[in-house]
């Protein structure tokens, strides 16, 4: 079975700087997809960024970077110039490439300080 | 992109009565949809998988019973909850892929509470 562990809880950034959050799976799959998705209050999930396990270059949107470590089976998000609007329950999602559903790890909580 | 709406928002019950959930997607064809349920302060549980005119798959743990999943059309998957008890309170998830499957979308949710 697919496993995703997030260590971190919480975590908090100062508003404008870097945060990293911390993600691991576990698979025997090849073909599979990573996934953090962002849950504000409103419980909304809203696609941060998105990585393909056959692309070797990490995905990257705007302020969100990944760094994707397809042999250590990690898959960390980095947030630069954080903002206030950047709170919320970040997940990190495994999904492979048949069956289509996603597992989530336990989330990280992300409080951005002003 | 498509549009999943998710009804009702919120929902009360009382203790021994069904309620339905229903998810459904305004411009696209759904062919798979998933129910995650989220208590407070914990992640997503994948609860049962259904496409479009075939029986659910469930999860380990999850009772085929008591959670009532139709998946009748491309365009709407209904969630019943049947003889509700205040344990089954919780924030309940939609989200459906196409043939493809390159795009998840999830509903808004749907909180339910059993007194």
């Known amino acids: 079975a697919q496993t995703v562990t997030q260590s971190q809880p919480e975590m908090s950034v100062q508003e404008a700087e870097t945060v990293t959050l911390s993600c691991t799976y576990d698979t025997s799959e090849s073909d599979y997809y990573l996934f953090w998705y962002k849950q504000p209050p409103s419980r909304q999930m809203i696609l941060v960024i998105r990585?393909?396990?056959?692309?070797?270059q990490n995905a990257t949107e705007n302020r969100f970077s990944v760094n994707f470590q397809k042999a250590a089976k990690s898959f960390s998000l980095k947030i630069s110039d954080s903002q206030l609007g950047d709170a919320a329950m970040y997940f990190c999602?495994?999904?492979?490439?048949?069956?289509?559903?996603?597992?989530f790890g336990s989330g990280t909580q992300l409080t951005v300080l002003p | 992109g498509a549009v999943v709406s998710q009804h009702p928002s919120w929902v009360i019950c009382k203790s021994g009565t069904s309620v339905k959930i229903e998810c459904r997607s305004l411009?696209?064809?759904?062919?798979?949809m998933f129910w995650y349920r989220q208590f407070p302060k914990q992640s997503l549980m994948l609860m049962a998988t259904?496409?479009?005119?075939?029986?659910?798959?469930?999860e380990q743990g999850v009772e085929k019973d008591k959670f009532l999943i139709n998946h009748a059309s491309l365009t709407l998957s209904t969630l019943t909850v049947t003889s509700a008890h205040p344990e089954d309170s919780s924030f309940y998830i939609c989200?459906?892929?196409?043939?493809?499957?390159?795009?998840?979308?999830f509903g808004e949710g749907s909180w339910l509470t059993v007194v």
């Open positions: 989200s459906l892929t196409g043939s493809s499957g390159n795009t998840i979308y």
């Open positions: 411009d696209f064809q759904a062919t798979t």
């Open positions: 990585q393909e396990a056959y692309k070797q």
């Open positions: 259904s496409n479009e005119g075939s029986k659910a798959t469930y």
């Open positions: 999602a495994y999904m492979t490439g048949s069956a289509r559903q996603l597992t």
